[in-house]
Nanobody, 120 residues
Framework: QVHLVESGGGLVQPGGSLRLSCTASGFIFSLYHMGWYRQTPGMQREPVATIDINGDPNYADSVKGRSVISRDNDKNTVNLQMNNLEPDDTAVYYC??????????????WGQGTQVTVSA
């Protein structure tokens, strides 16, 4: 089966940093765009950062300059380094995988989510 296993969430103070990691299995990792989304209660799940199969990243405006997404195709992992965290970054963060096939609309697979809480 397909698995996206996330780790790295937790409680940090404003201005702190976290590194989220996602380890994928059960599909051809190099043929999928990867990403991180986040969701808070009552809100839509929104993209935070994505990285395509060529390694080109895109970031939401809210995290530009504070976050770096990376992938390692040899290890089937995608990471999100988040720095200078703010209380508004508090959310459940989800790892995603999206097929490069032309008919695909939205992520094919999701991780279980990892909680990030930014609070003093």
């Amino acid at each position: 089966q397909v698995h996206l296993v996330e780790s790295g969430g937790g409680l940090v103070q404003p201005g702190g940093s976290l590194r989220l990691s996602c380890t994928a299995s059960g599909f051809i990792f190099s043929l999928y765009h990867m990403g991180w989304y986040r969701q808070t209660p009552g809100m839509q799940r929104e993209p935070v950062a994505t990285i395509d199969i060529n390694g080109d990243p895109n970031y939401a405006d809210s995290v530009k300059g504070r976050s770096v997404i990376s992938r390692d195709n040899d290890k089937n992992t995608v990471n999100l380094q988040m720095n200078n965290l703010e209380p508004d970054d508090t959310a459940v963060y989800y790892c995603s995988a999206t097929s490069i096939l032309p008919g695909q609309q939205g992520p094919n697979y999701w991780g279980q989510g990892t909680q990030v809480t930014v609070s003093a």
